[in-house]
C-alpha cells in the first residue's frame, strides 16, 4: 500500500478519451500532449480477467459524443445514467451503447441532452497537478435517456452494503470500463472489460497520523474528504482514458455492490497506478435521488439495507 510519507505531489488527469475541447482549452491535455504522454505510459488492461470481464454488469454502458470522444458510464435507473462530470464537459453526450463491443452487434439509445445535469463546474475541469477544489463539486453527471432500458440496473449500495461487502472481499475495487488498453490492436478500446484493483482509501478521510506519513488522503492523492475514493494497480493494470463514469463494486464477483464511478488517474507516470473515484453516497446520492424519480436503490428494489 502507497504510503502518504513516500507520495509525491499528486498530477491528475481526466479519463476521457477525446482531444482537448475547444470549451475548456485550458486544463485539458491536447491530442499531441496526449499521444506523448501514451507512449511513456503503461496502459489499463495488461492482465485484465476474463472471467471477470464476462460477469453480467449490464448496467454499465458506453457513452458517445457526436464526434469521436467517448467515456463510460453506469445505469442507476431505466431512463439515466450516470458518467463522469468532465465527460459532459467535454461535450460526450450523444448517446449510450448497451452492449459487451461497439464494433459488434448492441443497442444504441440517444440521449436527451437538454437534460443532463452535472455536478462538476467545467470551469473547475481537473488540470495537472490540481485536485477539484472543496465544497460541494464532484465529477459525476447525469444523462437522461430519450427511451427506457430494457433491462432494470444494479442499484447503487447503502453504506452497510458497502461495509458488509468488504468484510467478505476486504480491500478490493473492482472497475468496468471501455477504455483503452496496451494494445489497441490486440484489445481495442470500446470493449466493456473488468479488473480487480487494491482500494487504497475508502473516504479520503485518514489522517497524517494514521497513515504513519506527512500527508492526510486528500494532500497526498489528490481526492475530496469524505466523497471519493482512491485505488492501485492489483495485477499490472488499471483504467485508463475512456474508462470515465465507469462502475466500481465491491464485493464478492458472485455478488458485487455498486460504490463509486471512476473518475480520474492521480498520476501522470502510469496509466491506472493510481485512480480516483467518486463514491455514490452522502450528497451525490442525494442528488441523485433528487433529480432521478426511478432511482435504483436497495429500498426501491425490496433488498435488505
Not at 68 to 91: E, L, P, Q, R
Not at 260 to 272: K, M
Amino acid at each position: 500500500m502507497l504510503s502518504a510519507a513516500c507520495a509525491a505531489e499528486p498530477e491528475i488527469i481526466p479519463f476521457v478519451s477525446s482531444a482537448k475541447s475547444a470549451a475548456h482549452p485550458g486544463p485539458i491535455a491536447s491530442a499531441m500532449e496526449i499521444s506523448r504522454l501514451l507512449e511513456t505510459l503503461t496502459p489499463r488492461i495488461l492482465k485484465f480477467d476474463p472471467n471477470l470481464s464476462q460477469l453480467n454488469f449490464q448496467e454499465a454502458v458506453l457513452v458517445l459524443g457526436d464526434k469521436d470522444g467517448f467515456c463510460s458510464g453506469v445505469a442507476v435507473s431505466k431512463t439515466a445514467v450516470i458518467t463522469a462530470g468532465h465527460c459532459v464537459c467535454d461535450d460526450i453526450q450523444d448517446r449510450v451503447f448497451l452492449g459487451s463491443d461497439y464494433s459488434l452487434s448492441g443497442t444504441t439509445l440517444k440521449i436527451d441532452r437538454s437534460r443532463t445535469k452535472n455536478k462538476l463546474d467545467c470551469a473547475h475541469m481537473t488540470a495537472p497537478g490540481k485536485s477539484y477544489p472543496p465544497g460541494d463539486t464532484r465529477d459525476v453527471a447525469i444523462l437522461y435517456l430519450e427511451e427506457s432500458l430494457p433491462f432494470d440496473p444494479r442499484p447503487i449500495a447503502t453504506e452497510s452494503e458497502e461495509a458488509d461487502a468488504l468484510k467478505k472481499e476486504p480491500g478490493i475495487l473492482m472497475v468496468v470500463g471501455y477504455g483503452n488498453t496496451q494494445d489497441l490492436i490486440k484489445y481495442p478500446a470500446r470493449v466493456k472489460r473488468a479488473i480487480r484493483l487494491n482500494l487504497l482509501t475508502l473516504k479520503c478521510e485518514r489522517t497524517a497520523n494514521e497513515i504513519g506519513g506527512q500527508q492526510n488522503d486528500s494532500e497526498a492523492f489528490g481526492c475530496q474528504a469524505g466523497a471519493e475514493m482512491t485505488s492501485s494497480a492489483a495485477y499490472d493494470g488499471g483504467p485508463c482514458e475512456g474508462d470515465s463514469g465507469g462502475p466500481n463494486y465491491v464485493g464478492p464477483k458472485n455478488d458485487p455492490r455498486l460504490v463509486a464511478i471512476t473518475s480520474r488517474l492521480a498520476s501522470f507516470r502510469r496509466c491506472g497506478e493510481r485512480s480516483i473515484q467518486v463514491r455514490l453516497g452522502g450528497d451525490v446520492y442525494a442528488w441523485l435521488k433528487e433529480n432521478i424519480a426511478d432511482l435504483k436503490t436497495s429500498a426501491t428494489t425490496g433488498k435488505s439495507k
